[in-house]
T-cell receptor
Framework: DGGITQSPKYLFRKEGQNVTLSCEQN?????MYWYRQDPGQGLRLIYY???????QKGDIAEGYSVSREKKESFPLTVTSAQKNPTAFYLCASSPGYRVKNTEAFFGQGTRLTVV | DAKTTQPNSMESNEEEPVHLPCNHSTISGTDYIHWYRQLPSQGPEYVIH???SNVNNRMASLAIAEDRKSSTLILHRATLRDAAVYYC?????????????FGTGTRLQVTL
């Protein structure tokens, strides 16, 4: 089935460690996005990518890094520089920047807990 | 970037219509209005989108004001499964700057 997959669903890490969250899509979408959601809050954009080998900072990029080496993959690394990394992370994809009137598809999220 | 404003929460009785408002007074002429909803501990799902004309699909209707500074998502008969946080967002920008920026969301409670 086509879709967007995030793994793992739950992730625990010790403070000071970098951790990479996986996001894969088989929808042949050009655009991919990473969001962070804190309890009771809305979604905040971390990074987004409209094409392979290109990405842009969102509203809260500090302490995060991404890569887009392949069209279907957009991993997010939460670095030790991120002061409050515990959150629910959501990945999304959409057909591309040339087409604005299309929907975005979201993964089921990764809940990261840093202890 | 154009921003949206929504009420924090709304309540509805089951099987009654629900009108969820969204203000986007700084919308640009090329911005599309999208609605998504999110159930607890899940990723958001697409509901509907539009540019200028009112839109209908199997899930909902979208009414867009003539000046495009506001819109309303209409659920014709709310069910318990419609209880979720509803986000109104604008698809902004062109080229590689295009992104999805979420508003505050409205938490819809549906009661029997």
């Amino acid at each position: 089935d086509g879709g967007i997959t995030q793994s793992p669903k739950y992730l625990f890490r010790k403070e000071g460690q970098n951790v990479t969250l996986s996001c894969e899509q088989n929808l042949n979408h050009d655009a991919m996005y990473w969001y962070r959601q804190d309890p009771g809050q809305g979604l905040r954009l971390i990074y987004y990518s409209q094409i392979v080998n290109d990405f842009q900072k969102g509203d809260i990029a500090e302490g995060y890094s991404v890569s887009r080496e392949k069209k279907e993959s957009f991993p997010l690394t939460v670095t030790s520089a991120q002061k409050n990394p515990t959150a629910f992370y959501l990945c999304a994809s959409s057909p591309g920047y040339r087409v604005k009137n299309t929907e975005a598809f979201f993964g089921q999220g990764t809940r990261l807990t840093v202890v | 970037d154009a921003k949206t404003t929504q009420p924090n929460s709304m309540e509805s009785n089951e099987e009654e219509p629900v009108h969820l408002p969204c203000n986007h007074s700084t919308i640009s002429g090329t911005d599309y209005i999208h609605w998504y909803r999110q159930l607890p501990s899940q990723g958001p799902e697409y509901v509907i989108h539009g540019l200028t004309s009112n839109v209908n699909n199997r899930m909902a209707s979208l009414a867009i004001a003539e000046d495009r500074k506001s819109s309303t998502l209409i659920l014709h008969r709310a069910t318990l499964r419609d209880a979720a946080v509803y986000y109104c967002i604008l698809r902004s920008g062109w080229g590689t700057a295009s992104k999805l920026t979420f508003g505050t969301g409205t938490r819809l409670q549906v009661t029997l």
